[in-house]
């Protein structure tokens, strides 16, 4: 079961997708939203929140988090019929490898009000010499973290991402342009977007 409150490398850059948030945000949505940590705090910052994970498990453990503060659903999001321009504000975090890529970025844009903002904290492999030499420093960041943050999980189904760091980058600003894009410490990787408009 899920702890209240742990640290790992997803919570670590929850911080980034928060900042994220425009103000006065109305509606957001947390695609792939596991144990609802994430949604609850966007909850201090957006008239509503929705999360959305098609993992039944991580839904009840959200439901369960939430106390009132955000509504959760169970489904795939490239499934589930969102209108468009619904959203103020879209996150991802670490679930867009789960995903196929080229679909959930539009699909993420779709559901933006025109201005709203896009956050993205995702994985990417490792799969050449310079990918695990800019991967190093990682190493000792994270034995520091480890020892002065109380580690947990939300036990959320783990898969290994397929598109390298390159093809991330490449991929991400060909289906949005503008986007901007940024390797992060911890074998993270951050997009940040606004959509076009008022």
């Not at 010499?129 to 800019?134: G, H, P, R």
């Not at 190093?136 to 760091?165: K, L, N, Y």
């Amino acid at each position: 079961m899920a702890q209240a409150g742990y640290w790992n490398h997803n919570v670590h850059y929850q911080p980034f997708i928060l900042a994220a948030v425009p103000p006065g945000c109305g509606p957001a949505l947390d695609v792939g939203c596991g144990d609802g940590m994430l949604a609850c705090r966007l909850a201090g910052r957006c008239a509503e929140v929705t999360g959305i994970d098609r993992d039944p498990r991580m839904i009840a453990l959200a439901r369960a988090r939430a106390d009132g503060r955000a509504r959760f659903i169970e489904a795939d999001f490239l499934t589930c019929p969102f209108e468009a321009a619904s959203f103020d504000f879209v996150c991802a975090n670490t679930s867009l490898h789960h995903m196929d890529f080229t679909a959930a970025l539009p699909a993420m844009a779709r559901v933006l009000r025109p201005g709203g903002r896009l956050a993205v904290i995702g994985l990417a492999a490792d799969k050449s010499i310079a990918d695990l030499l800019a991967a190093a420093p990682a190493v000792p960041a994270d034995r520091f973290c480890r020892a002065i943050r109380h580690r947990g999980e939300s036990g959320a189904p783990i898969m290994d991402p397929q598109m390298t760091w390159r093809e991330v980058r490449i991929e991400a600003a060909r289906l949005l342009p503008g986007t901007r894009y940024r390797r992060r410490l911890l074998w993270r990787y951050s997009l940040l977007w606004r959509k076009p408009g008022a």
